[in-house]
């Protein structure tokens, strides 16, 4: 067991490693070699990104990967993908290609609302906080002047503030709710100081009130905080083609493949066990150019799951119908995305993937970001209703397994030729691997 450390934060990078040597890594020198090997020899590019976050010691790398040939609203793009999973790049590129020849995809945002709230309690009625709070909204509005005004000036800005009553959940709960646009940025720093300075007032004003009595003069203030649940920051992309247009092999129509496509979704739709594994697809293409392009991940996958569950039930992020013999197919999400602040001004791999996609705002980056998550569903489903996924998946992953095994250059030719004709499977691919060492 590790001894307890003091001002650890304050050592140097190599001392940081030293203290970990010696307590985690048995003093050995491998593990010393291996986290210095990812250091960046540029050392102001590794000093920037020594100062992303706190005691960092090396570098975690993913591949930055792209997928060409996307048609989106009759634009095309290619599409910058950090993720570490084989075949989901393939599988976005593949579908792009497909789409590209039938109409592309088309994308729009409906809507780019999001929301932050203000959590207190306090002892009076109902009644008669509603009153204060109509009677002090303005002066909660003016006190963020401020901190809106360079907001407003590229059109976001505090959109509503309303009073909700939460106290049948929790006895005398109150909430600000507080919607706001914020145009090309994430925002959370923008409304986090929105809301913090909202609960400042509210408490300030509270204790100015006649109205209240002594003790309802005091309103305790919880928390104040953005929501990642953005249900009214939506996305909505979608392809459709004639049926006749779809695959056609000797084992299904094209009918009958737009026939099982839609019934495999709807299976989505009804059964959560095959919805979160659906949606887990479609959040792999989602995720993959959300990393690239210095957004935040695990808001945008919380979000995503809680829009999933909106109406009691987790279901699919993705329909599936067919109208008047054409195949339409569609997905709708909330996606709270920036192309300012953050890393999107810092990391250099950020900036080159913003100028890939033709430096998007705000919306446009939804919009693509969302057909980057409907392309890795169809790709997916085809998969599952045609020749299964792991035929595909596993013919990528070849390559992970072959360097488990550090197979040299000329074994990996051998055995790349080899799977071209039969099936990958990780014991036979040990099986051949110690056929040809012998």
Same mark, same amino acid.
């Given at each position: 067991?590790?001894?307890?450390?003091?001002?650890?934060?304050?050592?140097?990078?190599?001392?940081?490693?030293?203290?970990?040597?010696?307590?985690?890594?048995?003093?050995?020198?491998?593990?010393?070699?291996?986290?210095?090997?990812?250091?960046?020899?540029?050392?102001?590019l590794q000093q920037l990104h020594d100062e992303f976050t706190e005691n960092t010691i090396?570098?975690?790398?993913?591949?930055?990967?792209?997928?060409?040939?996307?048609?989106?609203?009759?634009?095309?793009?290619?599409?910058?993908?950090t993720i570490e999973e084989s075949s989901v790049v393939a599988a976005a590129s593949k579908?792009?290609?497909?789409?590209?020849?039938?109409?592309?995809?088309?994308?729009?945002?409906?809507?780019?609302?999001?929301?932050?709230?203000?959590?207190?309690?306090?002892?009076?009625?109902?009644?008669?906080?509603?009153?204060?709070?109509?009677?002090?909204?303005?002066?909660?509005?003016?006190?963020?002047?401020?901190?809106t005004k360079n907001m407003e000036k590229r059109g976001g800005g505090v959109r509503a503030?309303?009073?909700?009553?939460?106290?049948?959940?929790?006895?005398?709960?109150?909430?600000?709710?507080?919607?706001?646009?914020?145009?090309?940025?994430?925002?959370?720093?923008?409304?986090?100081?929105?809301?913090?300075?909202?609960?400042?007032? =509210? &408490?300030?004003? +509270?204790?100015?009130?006649?109205?209240?009595?002594?003790? $309802? !003069?005091?309103? @305790? /203030?919880?928390?104040?905080?953005?929501?990642?649940?953005?249900?009214?920051?939506?996305?909505?992309?979608?392809?459709?083609?004639?049926?006749?247009?779809?695959?056609?092999?000797?084992?299904?129509?094209?009918?009958?493949?737009?026939?099982?496509?839609?019934?495999?979704?709807?299976?989505?739709?009804?059964?959560?066990?095959?919805?979160?594994?659906?949606?887990?697809?479609?959040?792999?293409?989602?995720?993959?150019?959300?990393?690239?392009?210095?957004?935040?991940?695990?808001?945008?996958?919380?979000?995503?799951?809680?829009?999933?569950?909106?109406?009691?039930?987790?279901?699919?992020?993705?329909?599936?119908?067919?109208?008047?013999?054409?195949?339409?197919?569609?997905?709708?999400?909330?996606?709270?995305?920036?192309?300012?602040?953050?890393?999107?001004?810092?990391?250099? =791999? &950020?900036?080159? +993937?913003?100028?890939?996609?033709?430096?998007?705002?705000? $919306? !446009?980056?939804? @919009? /693509?970001?969302?057909?980057?998550?409907?392309?890795?569903?169809?790709?997916?489903?085809?998969?599952?209703?045609?020749?299964?996924?792991?035929?595909?998946?596993?013919?990528?992953?070849?390559?992970?397994?072959?360097?488990?095994?550090?197979?040299?250059?000329?074994?990996?030719?051998?055995?790349?030729?080899?799977?071209?004709?039969?099936?990958?499977?990780?014991?036979?691919?040990?099986?051949?691997?110690?056929?040809?060492?012998?």
């Amino acid at each position: 067991m590790a001894p307890v450390v003091s001002g650890f934060s304050k050592l140097s990078k190599k001392d940081k490693i030293k203290w970990l040597t010696e307590h985690h890594f048995s003093n050995d020198k491998n593990a010393i070699d291996t986290l210095v090997t990812y250091w960046n020899s540029n050392e102001q590019l590794q000093q920037l990104h020594d100062e992303f976050t706190e005691n960092t010691i090396s570098n975690y790398y993913l591949p930055f990967s792209v997928a060409p040939n996307f048609l989106i609203n009759d634009k095309r793009y290619t599409l910058p993908m950090t993720i570490e999973e084989s075949s989901v790049v393939a599988a976005a590129s593949k579908a792009a290609k497909f789409w590209q020849t039938r109409g592309g995809f088309k994308a729009k945002v409906l809507s780019a609302i999001k929301v932050g709230q203000v959590h207190f309690m306090h002892t009076g009625t109902p009644e008669k906080l509603q009153k204060f709070f109509n009677l002090v909204k303005p002066k909660l509005l003016n006190s963020v002047s401020g901190i809106t005004k360079n907001m407003e000036k590229r059109g976001g800005g505090v959109r509503a503030i309303e009073l909700t009553d939460k106290g049948l959940e929790i006895d005398n709960y109150y909430q600000l709710h507080c919607t706001f646009e914020t145009a090309d940025a994430m925002g959370a720093n923008f409304i986090n100081s929105c809301l913090e300075q909202f609960a400042k007032t =509210l &408490v300030v004003e +509270a204790k100015k009130y006649t109205n209240f009595s002594e003790t $309802e !003069k005091d309103i @305790e /203030i919880i928390m104040s905080i953005l929501s990642n649940y953005v249900p009214e920051c939506l996305v909505k992309a979608s392809v459709s083609c004639a049926i006749q247009e779809l695959p056609n092999t000797s084992q299904l129509s094209s009918l009958q493949y737009a026939q099982k496509f839609v019934r495999a979704v709807r299976i989505a739709e009804v059964e959560p066990y095959r919805a979160v594994t659906h949606n887990k697809g479609i959040m792999n293409g989602i995720d993959a150019v959300v990393l690239a392009t210095g957004n935040d991940f695990r808001a945008i996958e919380a979000g995503a799951h809680a829009y999933a569950s909106r109406n009691g039930k987790y279901t699919s992020l993705t329909h599936a119908e067919i109208k008047n013999d054409t195949f339409v197919f569609s997905i709708e999400i909330p996606l709270a995305l920036g192309t300012v602040g953050g890393l999107t001004n810092l990391h250099p =791999l &950020v900036k080159l +993937a913003l100028e890939l996609l033709g430096k998007p705002n705000a $919306e !446009k980056l939804m @919009e /693509i970001t969302a057909v980057a998550g409907l392309a890795q569903n169809f790709a997916a489903i085809n998969s599952l209703i045609t020749t299964g996924i792991q035929q595909g998946h596993m013919k990528m992953h070849l390559m992970n397994i072959l360097n488990q095994f550090e197979a040299t250059k000329s074994e990996k030719e051998h055995l790349i030729k080899y799977f071209k004709t039969n099936a990958v499977t990780h014991s036979d691919v040990v099986t051949q691997i110690e056929k040809l060492r012998a």
